[in-house]
């Protein structure tokens, strides 16, 4: 299990919540669109170790965690872990069985199964993650993209004071005034 260091007034920490991925691919056409300072959140994630490959095999790490990150082997957390950056989601390339002849495959691996669900899902980028993997796998490349962002909306909050001052400084007075001037500027105009 992968946890976050997180420094606390007490000292240094295990933040025991999701875990976030925020290193992402810049090659991979996955995640090379996804904004810097952005991150997907992983329940319980394992980290993914890349190995040597023999059969020609392509991995390309998708999403990493942050440098101070820990493992360990269970959910006790106990003894010390080094913290260090973890893989939580691969793109695996190449053919079966490492042969020239063989069919191409395309995966993509992830350590977490957790951020696919209704409660992760809709959090930071993991939906834009899994929309484009998804795309990628079904070869759709035009369809990988990220999610626009719901538009902020300004809010105006008057409390009771300020909104009497608006009404009577300028809702009241400003049609009062126009209208007078209106009709100034009507009655000048009639007697010329």
């Given amino acids: 299990m992968l946890f976050r260091s997180v420094d606390t007034v007490m000292g240094q920490g295990i933040n025991q919540g999701p875990t976030a991925g925020a290193v992402f691919s810049p090659t991979s056409l996955i995640t090379k669109s996804f904004p ?6 992983f329940r319980f994630p394992q980290g993914l170790k890349k190995l040597p490959s023999e059969n020609g095999y392509s ?8 440098p101070k990150t820990m493992a360990f082997a269970t959910m006790n957390i106990k003894g010390e872990s080094p913290m260090e950056s973890f893989a939580l989601v691969d793109e695996v390339t190449g053919k079966w069985d490492g042969d020239a002849n063989g069919k191409p495959f395309h995966a993509i691996v992830a350590g977490d199964v957790d951020f696919l669900t209704n409660q992760m899902l809709y959090q930071h980028m993991n939906r834009d993650l899994v929309l484009n993997s998804i795309s990628a796998l079904a ?3 035009n369809l ?5 962002k719901e538009p902020q909306a300004t809010q105006l909050v008057l409390t ?3 909104m009497g001052v608006y009404t009577f400084a300028f809702l009241i007075p400003l ?4 209208l007078g001037l209106g009709t100034g500027l009507w009655i000048r105009r009639r007697n010329a």
Avoid: N, Y
């Fill in 139 to 141: 070869k759709e490349e």
């Fill in 59 to 66: 991995v390309d790490e998708l999403v990493r965690t942050t």
């Fill in 160 to 162: 009771d004071t300020k």
């Fill in 144 to 148: 990988i993209s990220i999610m626009p």
């Fill in 175 to 178: 049609p009062i005034l126009l």
């Fill in 36 to 41: 810097q300072g952005e991150f997907t959140l």
